[in-house]
């Protein structure tokens, strides 16, 4: 009787330790069940957007701006507007930007002259205001309905060690046509970039090195 309640007895240590075992594994198991595993959330990248005035191209047309070249870029078949223009003065040249609305993704048509002013002077401003070398550049089916021309030109911000000393305005005696003119310092090399959206048509005068 005692042998058999003694084994009794370690019967039941035996389940119940077994018991106690079997627990342990089912709290174990619940816990990770029960828990969320963290989420790794990726930081957010911000892309800067920037517009460059010049595309990295070739440009339409590159040249020592001598008197007697001419040269005719862009396209027909719709109307522009006049948006806006600009300068920048970088280290390696002077930057003339025309930006232009409506019409198509490219440029309307131009016309671009070099011309030595002495010889040829501005037939509205003639004078040695316009340096030794003028550029003469006339845009077709372009308006400026809403840009006040006038208010902008002409443009005369420029240092001494320049190579552009003056932008003003070109008469063309057409409605559908707008002319600028672009005083030169002297003969410099010319670069002529057709960007698109927006169109915009910009003149690089290079300095010397």
Same mark, same amino acid.
């Given at each position: ?12 240590? *035996? ?9 342990? #594994?089912?709290?174990? #198991? ?9 989420? $790794? ?10 517009? !460059? ?59 671009? *002259? ?11 401003? !003639? ?6 070398? *003028? ?46 003119? $672009?005083?030169?310092?002297? &003969? ?11 169109? &915009?048509? $910009?003149?690089?005068?290079? *300095?010397?090195?």
């Amino acid at each position: 009787m005692r042998r058999h309640l003694a084994a009794l007895q370690g019967g039941g240590k *035996r389940a119940r330790g077994a018991v106690g075992v079997l627990a342990g #594994v089912l709290l174990l #198991v619940a816990g990770c069940g029960g828990s969320t595993p963290a989420q $790794v959330v990726p930081t957010p990248v911000s892309f800067a957007s920037s517009q !460059p005035s010049t595309p990295a191209a070739t440009p339409a047309l590159r040249t020592a701006a001598a008197p007697g070249v001419t040269f005719e870029g862009g396209r027909t078949g719709a109307l522009w507007e006049l948006a806006g223009f600009r300068h920048e003065l970088l280290a390696d040249r002077v930057r003339l930007i025309w930006e232009m609305e409506g019409g198509t993704a490219s440029v309307p048509r131009y016309a671009l *002259r070099a011309v030595d002013n002495g010889a040829e002077p501005h037939p509205v401003a !003639p004078g040695p205001l316009w340096g030794q070398v *003028r550029v003469d550049l006339i845009f077709f089916d372009l308006y400026a309905r809403e840009f006040p021309l006038r208010e902008h030109f002409p443009v005369e911000a420029f240092d001494a060690t320049s190579p552009v000393v003056r932008v003003g305005l070109y008469p063309t005696f057409d409605d559908a046509a707008l002319g600028f003119s $672009v005083g030169l310092r002297r &003969r410099a090399p010319l670069e002529v970039y057709e960007v698109e959206n927006p169109p &915009r048509l $910009v003149v690089d005068v290079l *300095r010397e090195p």
